[in-house]
C-alpha cells in the first residue's frame, strides 16, 4: 500500500461498491436479463445503484453475465463500470470478477436483484460496521417465512456461519434470521478471504456465503447486522417484480400525501420517485405519472390521465383521459378531455384546450383557445389566437420532411381550416372556416380559401322533372342532370 491510500484509509474509510448482476433469473420467463426488469418504472440494477451512490459510493463496479450488453447499456450511463464474469460458478466467484484486489478502503457487496434497499438502509449498516470496527459484516433480517434464503447460524449469540438453504439440516432450517445477500468488508481482507472459498456445497458453486466462516477462522471481526427485511427482499419471479413495484407506488403515495397532496383513492394513484406534486393538488383514480413530472399546486388531474416526464404549472385543470409526454404546460390551464400532448409541446398560461386536440412540437401562446378536434405540429401559436374545430397544420409534406406553421397573436381561426406548412398566418389575421391556406396571410387580413357556394334557385331533381315532362332520366338537359351523373 502506498502512502497516499494509507492517508485514505485512516480518515472516514472511501467507499466502494460491487453489486452482483450476472444471474440469468430464469424464473421470470422473460428474454429481458432479471436486473433490467422495472421497479415502478426503473430496472433494479438502477435502484440498487441509486442506494450506493447516495451514501456516497465512489466506485460503482457491476459484475455482469448474462445479458451483457443489455446491462451495460443501462449501468454505464449511471456511471457504474461493468466487470465480466465469464461463467456464473456463484457468488464468491461473481465478486472475484470485479477485481477486489484493486479497490482500498470499504466495500459494499449488493445483490442487482434487490430492488427494495434504500440509501438510509446502507447509511445505518455502514455507520454501525464503523463503530463496530469489523473487517467483514453480513447483513441479515428476521422473517416469517426464510424461505429459500441462507441461514444466519448462531453459537451463544455469536455469528458462526451462513448455510444456504440447499445444505441446511431440518434444525437450521427453523432459523428465521436470514442473509439479505448485502455484505460490507474491508477491501485490505476481502480478496484473500475470497481465495480461499471452496465449492465444498450440494450445488458446486463458490459461495460468498463462505467468507463468513472462514474470516471467523481467520481470527477477524465478523459480525452480523441487522436490517430492514426490505433489504432482503429479492425479485426472482414476475410476482414478486409486481409486489416490489407495488411496495415502491405505496412508498411514494405516501411521501406525496404527506406533502398535502389529495388523492381521493390512493391506491389506483401510480407516481414514480421523481414525481413531484404541490400541496393541494386533487388526484383522482387512475392517474399514472412518470419520470421526473413536475405538477404544481392546486392542479386537478382526472380520471385517467397519464404524464411522462412533464411539468405542469399551479392551478391547471387536467380532465379526464389525457396523456402528455415531455411537454410544459403554464398556470391556470384548463385541458381536456382526451388531450394528447406530444414530445417539445408547450402551453402558455391560462390557455383552453379542448377534447381531441392533439399537439407535437408546438408552441401555444397564453390565453389561446383549441377547443375541439385539432391537430397542431411544428406549429408556433401567438397569445389570443381561437383555433376552431378540426384544424389541422398539415406539416409534414410529401418529400418526408415536416414543415412550420406561425400563426400571430390574437388571429382567429374558424372552423375545419387546414394550413399547409410552411405558412405564417399574421396577427390579428381571420381565416374564414372550411379554408385550405397555402399562401401565408398578412396581419390583420381576412383569408377566404375554399370552394365558393352556389345556389340553385328553385331546382328540382331529375326524377321530378322527368315525371313533370315524361323524359327519361338521365336526358334531362342541364347542371342538374350532370351533377347526378358524377354522383352516380
Ligand atoms: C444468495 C445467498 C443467500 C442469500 C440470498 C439473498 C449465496 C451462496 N447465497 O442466494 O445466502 O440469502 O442470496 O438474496 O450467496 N450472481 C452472479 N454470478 C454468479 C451467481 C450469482 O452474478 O455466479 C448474482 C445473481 O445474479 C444475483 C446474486 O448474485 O444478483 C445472488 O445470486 P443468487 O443465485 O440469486 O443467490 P441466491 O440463491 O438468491
Ligand atoms: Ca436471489
Same mark, same amino acid.
Given at each position: 500500500m502506498n502512502k497516499s491510500e494509507k492517508t485514505q484509509t485512516s480518515g472516514p474509510a472511501s467507499l466502494s461498491v460491487i453489486v452482483l448482476?450476472?444471474?440469468?433469473?430464469?424464473?421470470?420467463?422473460?428474454?429481458?436479463?432479471?436486473?433490467?426488469?422495472?421497479v415502478a418504472g426503473q430496472p433494479m440494477v438502477g435502484r440498487v445503484l441509486q442506494a450506493a451512490k447516495a451514501v456516497g459510493a465512489k466506485e460503482l463496479r457491476v459484475v455482469v453475465g448474462h445479458g451483457e450488453s443489455l446491462v451495460r447499456r443501462v449501468i454505464e450511463p449511471l456511471g457504474a463500470i461493468a466487470f465480466q464474469q465469464?461463467?456464473?460458478?456463484?457468488t464468491a466467484d461473481a465478486v472475484l470478477s470485479a477485481d477486489p484486489g484493486s479497490m482500498t478502503g470499504t466495500v459494499l457487496i449488493l445483490s442487482g436483484?434487490?430492488?427494495?434497499?434504500?440509501g438510509k438502509d446502507l447509511a445505518a449498516i455502514i455507520s454501525e460496521f464503523n463503530d463496530l470496527r469489523a473487517d467483514v459484516a453480513v447483513v441479515t433480517a428476521e422473517l416469517k417465512n426464510p424461505g429459500s434464503l441462507g441461514r444466519i447460524v448462531r453459537q451463544k449469540g455469536e455469528l458462526k456461519a451462513i448455510v444456504e438453504a440447499g445444505d441446511a439440516g431440518a434444525d437450521t432450517l427453523?432459523?428465521?434470521?436470514?442473509?439479505?445477500?448485502t455484505y460490507i468488508a474491508k477491501a485490505s481482507v476481502l480478496a484473500d478471504l475470497l481465495s480461499q472459498?471452496?465449492?465444498?456445497?450440494s450445488k458446486g458453486e463458490f459461495y460468498l456465503t463462505d467468507i463468513i466462516s472462514i474470516g471467523l477462522e481467520d481470527g477477524l471481526k465478523v459480525v452480523a447486522i441487522k436490517g430492514r427485511p426490505a433489504m432482503a427482499y429479492?425479485?426472482?419471479?414476475q410476482e414478486e417484480l409486481a409486489r416490489a413495484s407495488r411496495v415502491v407506488f405505496t412508498r411514494n403515495r405516501k411521501k406525496l400525501m404527506e406533502n398535502g397532496v389529495v388523492m381521493i383513492?390512493?391506491?389506483t394513484v401510480y407516481a414514480e420517485d421523481d414525481v413531484v406534486i404541490g400541496g393541494g393538488t386533487v388526484v383522482y383514480p387512475n392517474v399514472y405519472l412518470r419520470g421526473a413530472s413536475r405538477i404544481g399546486h392546486y392542479c386537478v388531474l382526472e380520471p385517467g390521465v397519464h404524464i411522462i416526464s412533464s411539468s405542469v404549472a399551479d392551478s391547471t385543470h387536467i380532465k379526464a383521459g389525457c396523456y402528455f409526454e415531455n411537454c410544459v404546460v403554464g398556470e391556470k390551464v384548463q385541458i381536456g378531455p382526451y388531450a394528447r400532448l406530444r414530445p417539445e409541446t408547450s402551453i402558455g398560461r391560462e390557455a383552453h384546450i379542448g377534447n381531441f386536440v392533439e399537439m407535437k412540437k408546438t408552441v401555444f401562446g397564453a390565453? &389561446?383557445?383549441? *377547443?375541439?378536434?385539432t391537430y397542431l405540429g411544428d406549429a408556433k401559436i401567438g397569445d389570443d389566437v381561437n383555433i376552431g374545430c378540426g384544424t389541422i397544420t398539415c406539416n409534414y409534406a410529401a418529400d418526408r420532411k415536416k414543415y412550420e406553421t406561425v400563426i400571430g397573436d390574437g388571429a382567429f381561426v374558424g372552423s375545419d381550416v387546414q394550413f399547409v406548412a410552411p405558412i405564417k398566418i399574421g396577427d390579428g389575421a381571420v381565416i374564414a372556416s372550411g379554408s385550405t391556406i397555402t399562401e401565408d396571410v398578412p396581419a390583420k387580413a381576412l383569408a377566404i380559401a375554399r370552394g365558393r357556394q352556389v345556389n340553385k334557385p328553385d331546382w328540382k331533381s331529375p326524377s321530378e322533372a322527368s315525371s313533370m315532362t315524361g323524359q327519361k332520366i338521365g &336526358?334531362?338537359? *342541364?347542371t342538374a342532370t350532370a351533377t347526378r351523373d358524377e354522383k352516380d
Open positions: 448482476a450476472a444471474g440469468k433469473g430464469t424464473r421470470m420467463k422473460s428474454p429481458l436479463p432479471k436486473v433490467l426488469h422495472p465469464k461463467e456464473q460458478k456463484g436483484d434487490t430492488p427494495l434497499i434504500e427453523k432459523i428465521r434470521e436470514i442473509n439479505s445477500g472459498v471452496k465449492p465444498n456445497n429479492g425479485v426472482n419471479t383513492d390512493p391506491a390565453r &389561446s383557445k383549441a *377547443g375541439h378536434l &336526358s334531362a338537359p *342541364g
